[in-house]
């Protein structure tokens, strides 16, 4: 935290304290109190009130006045001065700035206004400075269109087609829970709010399992871990109805009722025998029947699945089966019972997904790219397929040099002399340094913005509590800009950040909303306890219209299902986030970058004294895609043929400026065509 302005001098009438909330990609979306003492803010605090919040914040959000801050904070417009990806800039004027993006980007429409390509995340889920305004400027112009698939579109559509929607239990009811299965998920890092509640139903005698290949800070605090391979969940789920049909442990007036192609899965899962399932997780058979029993005969169960399961190949397909799961054995009946992986899909009565205007396309429609796959598609050139050569990238809120896959392919393509790339940003990111300009963007702290979230059921304001540092502007503005510029006049171009949120949120009292900071969504109790699925005839899916009935889908890359490739690369590497990062946000805070000191991987003893690795040396992980450079812990958290090497570090802070990126495929997932980070084989040597 910055404490220059916490003297003396700042007097008690210059205190506000401004309501907030968090913007970072995370399934807490967490209520702020920002508190600003003389136009600078001091604290950001987690607002008591906000039930899920209840007053607490990650290490990592609590520190967000010091990124705001940060002295390396992108605060004026820039101009390329070098080659690229160099990171030489000259300052240049707003006027000049905007002028050059303008002609570059008129000069590409008029041609052909798909060689323009927006790339962005969830840097800030907000709706307003998210897609709100530049989804309607790609729009008007008639850009490519993107299909924003590097997170969770697996899991999402396999919960859509089982359940009708992103649906799932209130996360406060996990305080209700006898048992947890904390399924893919290292919840003491992604997701703390959920895991006080876990911790609240621990201490009034749950059982906690958790279902990771890695021993997480969140497995050390379970009951139990179950240490499967990655990528082998279906099998995992496949084996657990396999048990339960054995033991007629199954609710069958539950089935009758509500689930639509139970025979289906029935005869599925007989080709499942636990001992079946057991040898591709890697795990005793023995643990599988246990636990599919317990689960099943405890009322009161629930599984927080969450989106490490489906960053493989087979993602989709581990998703439906384990959302099945509850259905076949009627644990939705309980309170405290059920699954959540999103509970995203409770906001549609009251979002307008149509905020971007696709109506401005005006009948076109521009062809769509993967947001997994800009490598490949960066060099690729003009043809009747794919339509034009890429000729401009659109940067905002996503910094993809860094965090998509394969990305030595990324960096070429980013390196491309004849692309033209702006990027918005707070930071000269990987990314940012391969920008023919940047634009200096503002932070949740200096702008509006309306939220609602994947984790929990409320929706949330977010106040401007300071005005924009140095020449800092919303996004929404820069778009605004960027219309008028190129001669679009229709009015929803022009709309205000105020205007905007009342847009977003047609179904919300607004003026409520504001007055509040935020409002819970009317989702009902035990939402499934009497069925009543978000499907055309209210039951759970097993083979919805079009789609068979789920299996174990293998990963692209494992010892068991690419014994050539494992000749050579034998061990299966994961790289889920480390605790202080937040994607490859925050790397940059120097107190945060301190806690998470180096880039690492985890080795299990066994594989390490095989390759003559001791702790501490450092190593470089190796596969045909890259190599990649960092220190090697080797101990217990690492089960044996699984590497962890954590966080999505910045190029700029790793030795040889390759990240773990260099490492994943551009390969996809089985449903949704999100990536597969997690199912990767690699082998490591001493350096
Ligand atoms: N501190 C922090 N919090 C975050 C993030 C962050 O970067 N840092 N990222 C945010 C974002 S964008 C998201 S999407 C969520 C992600 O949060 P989660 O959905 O929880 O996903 P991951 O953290 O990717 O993976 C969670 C766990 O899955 C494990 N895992 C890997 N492969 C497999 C597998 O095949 N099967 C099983 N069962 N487990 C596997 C990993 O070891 C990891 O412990 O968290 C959000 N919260
Ligand atoms: N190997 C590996 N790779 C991964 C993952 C993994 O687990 N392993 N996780 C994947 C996942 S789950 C995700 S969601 C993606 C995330 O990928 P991204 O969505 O790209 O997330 P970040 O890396 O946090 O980058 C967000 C950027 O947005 C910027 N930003 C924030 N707010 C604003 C704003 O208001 N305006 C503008 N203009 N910029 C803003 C931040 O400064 C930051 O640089 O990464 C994926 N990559
Ligand atoms: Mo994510």
Redesign the pocket.
């Known amino acids: 935290m910055n404490t220059a302005t916490d003297s003396p001098a700042a007097t008690a009438t210059d205190t506000r304290v401004v309501q907030g909330a968090c ?1 970072h ?1 995370c399934p807490d979306t967490c209520a702020l109190r920002v508190t600003v003492e003389g136009g600078r803010v001091v604290r950001v605090q987690g607002d008591p009130d906000h039930p899920p919040t209840h007053g607490a914040l990650c290490t990592k959000v609590s520190r967000y006045a010091e990124r705001t801050y940060h002295p390396e904070r992108v605060l004026q417009p820039l101009r390329r001065s070098g080659p690229k990806g160099s990171g030489s800039f000259e300052p240049v004027s707003w006027d000049m700035a905007l002028a050059e993006v303008t002609t570059r980007l008129r000069d590409i429409a008029a041609r052909d206004p798909q060689a323009i390509v927006p790339y962005s ?4 889920m ?1 709706l307003i ?1 998210g897609e709100g305004m530049a989804g309607r400027f790609f729009n008007r112009l008639g850009a490519t269109r993107l299909e924003r698939t ?2 969770s579109t697996a899991g999402g559509e396999a919960l859509a087609v089982t359940y009708g929607g992103k649906l799932g239990m209130h996360v406060e009811d996990f305080a209700h829970s006898r048992l947890i299965l904390i399924w893919g998920s290292n919840s003491i890092t992604a997701n703390l709010h959920f895991w006080s509640f876990a911790q609240q139903a621990k201490r009034d005698g749950a059982r906690l399992v958790c279902i990771d290949p890695r021993r997480t800070e969140t497995a050390d605090k379970c009951h139990q871990h179950i240490a499967l391979l990655p990528g082998t969940d279906g099998a995992l789920a496949l084996g657990m109805m396999n048990a339960i049909i054995a033991d007629d442990a199954l609710d069958a007036d539950y089935i009758a009722r509500h689930v639509a192609g139970f025979e289906g899965l029935r005869e599925r899962a007989l080709a499942w025998p636990v001992e079946r399932a057991a040898a591709v997780c890697g795990v005793p058979a023995e643990t599988i029947r246990a636990l599919a029993l317990e689960y099943a005969r405890t009322p009161g169960a629930a599984i927080r699945l969450n ?1 490490g399961v489906q ?1 493989v190949h087979g993602g989709g397909s581990a998703v439906r089966l384990a959302a099945l799961l509850p259905c076949i054995t009627g644990a939705w009946r309980h309170r405290g019972g059920g699954l959540l992986l999103s509970s995203s899909g409770w906001a549609k009565g009251v979002r307008n997904f149509a905020l971007e205007r696709p109506d401005l396309l005006c009948g076109r429609q521009p062809r769509a790219i993967n947001m997994v796959t800009i490598g490949d598609d960066l060099l690729r050139p003009a043809s009747a397929g794919f339509g034009p050569r890429i000729e401009a990238l659109v940067v ?5 040099v ?4 394969d990305s030595n392919r990324v960096q070429q393509g980013f390196g491309r002399e004849d692309l033209f790339t702006l990027v ?4 000269l ?1 990987d990314t940012a340094l391969y920008a023919d300009i940047v634009l200096p ?4 702290l200096e ?1 509006l913005d309306v939220h609602t979230s994947y984790g929990h059921t409320y929706v949330l304001m977010n106040q401007p509590a300071i005005a924009p540092l140095g020449q800092a502007k ?2 929404t503005e820069i778009f605004r800009e960027l219309a008028r510029r190129m001669g679009f006049d229709e009015p929803c171009l022009r709309d205000s950040d105020e205007a905007l949120a009342a847009q977003a949120l047609p179904g919300i009292d607004i003026e409520r909303l504001r007055a509040h900071g935020w409002l819970r969504l009317p989702v009902p109790d035990r939402p499934f306890a009497e069925g009543g699925y978000a499907t055309p005839d209210g039951r759970a899916q097993v083979a919805p219209q079009g789609w068979g009935v789920p299996d174990h889908v293998p990963p692209h890359e494992s010892v068991q299902s690419a014994p050539e490739l494992a000749r050579r690369y034998p061990l299966a590497m994961i ?3 480390p605790r202080n990062f ?4 925050f790397v940059n805070v120097d107190s945060l970058r301190a806690a998470e000191r180096e880039p690492i991987v985890e080795i299990h003893p066994d594989d390490a004294s095989q390759r003559g690795i001791a702790d501490g040396d450092r190593v470089r992980i190796i596969n045909d895609r890259g190599i990649y450079r960092c220190r090697a812990v080797v101990g217990l958290r690492a089960r044996p043929g699984v590497v962890n090497a954590l966080g ?1 570090w910045w190029r700029a802070w790793c030795e040889g400026g390759s990240n ?2 260099v490492l ?1 495929s551009q390969r996809l997932t089985d449903i949704g065509a999100g ?1 597969t ?1 997690y199912d990767c084989l690699v082998e490591v040597v001493r350096a």
């Not at 995340?121 to 800030?124: L, M, S, V």
């Not at 905002?396 to 993809?400: A, C, D, F, I, R």
């Not at 918005?424 to 930071?427: G, I, K, P, Q, S």
């Not at 937040?582 to 946000?585: E, I, P």
Request: charge should be negative; include cysteine.
């Open positions: 913007p990609d995340y969830a840097g800030t907000g400075q590097i997170c989106y960053r905002y809120n996503s910094n993809p860094a965090v998509a896959p918005l940003e707070h930071f990111t963007a503002t932070t949740q702008h919303p996004n790289s889920p986030p937040l994607n490859s946000s999505v773990v990126n994943t990536p980070f």
